[in-house]
T-cell receptor, first 114, second 115 residues
Framework: GENVEQHPSTLSVQEGDSAVIKCTYS??????FPWYKQELGKRPQLIID?????GEKKDQRIAVTLNKTAKHFSLHITETQPEDSAVYFC?????????????FGKGTLLTVNP | ETGVTQSPTHLIKTRGQQVTLRCSSQ?????VSWYQQALGQGPQFIFQ???????GRGNFPPRFSGLQFPNYSSELNVNALELDDSALYLC??????????????FGPGTRLTVT
């Protein structure tokens, strides 16, 4: 089955700096890659996603890049703010089709220091 | 917020007991997936329901079972509870990829503690 590795496990940045979180996946048939933000005690919130027919996607301060050949994808957050502090999870689909079983990484705790 | 609701919010059960957790999907969504999230870990896929039928299952034993109703709400049942079942149980609703969807939106979760 699919295996998703996520790095780093913790990341501390100064407000205004950029943050990058990287994930690798094992199943070359995976074709959908969402990112979730989870604040303490809250639900995972979908913040951005990318499908395998696209190499990059941006939404304001957030961007995701995908390298299908290398089987890795990354989340980029620019101009970080204290409210960006949370645990971020990457995920990969289990081969697409009509069943989007998501396999998650172990998460990255991002701390943005004012 | 996503419009996905779950009940109850918290639950404490004793080892060996049975539990039922409930999820109401977002309006217009026909697919519900259940995940188990242990403390400090990412969610793990339990199973998915599409149009009232199981549509994929993760590495969980048969004592984890589910249902989906005609209104697309869903239940997760766990029999013979074990201490390791203590976790946050999340449901996620989505529109089937068959009709152009796929994005999964999570409910707030049910925190289950087994003692």
């Amino acid at each position: 089955g699919e295996n998703v590795e996520q790095h780093p496990s913790t990341l501390s940045v100064q407000e205004g700096d950029s943050a990058v979180i990287k994930c690798t996946y094992s199943d070359s048939a995976s074709n959908y890659f969402p990112w979730y933000k989870q604040e303490l005690g809250k639900r995972p919130q979908l913040i951005i996603d990318i499908r395998s027919n696209v190499g990059e996607k941006k939404d304001q301060r957030i961007a995701v890049t995908l390298n299908k050949t290398a089987k890795h994808f990354s989340l980029h957050i620019t101009e970080t703010q204290p409210e960006d502090s949370a645990v971020y999870f990457c995920a990969a689909s289990d081969g697409g089709g009509s069943n989007y079983k998501l396999t998650f990484g172990k998460g990255t705790l991002l701390t943005v220091n004012p | 917020e996503t419009g996905v609701t779950q009940s109850p919010t918290h639950l404490i059960k004793t080892r060996g007991q049975q539990v039922t957790l409930r999820c109401s999907s977002q309006s217009g969504h026909n697919t519900v997936s259940w995940y188990q999230q242990a403390l400090g870990q990412g969610p793990q896929f339990i199973f998915q329901y599409y149009r009232e039928e199981e549509n994929g299952r993760g590495n969980f034993p048969p004592r984890f079972s589910g249902l989906q109703f005609p209104n697309y709400s869903s239940e997760l049942n766990v029999n013979a509870l074990e201490l390791d079942d203590s976790a946050l149980y999340l449901c996620a609703s989505s529109l089937s990829l068959r009709i152009g969807g796929g994005e999964q939106y999570f409910g707030p979760g049910t925190r289950l503690t087994v003692t």
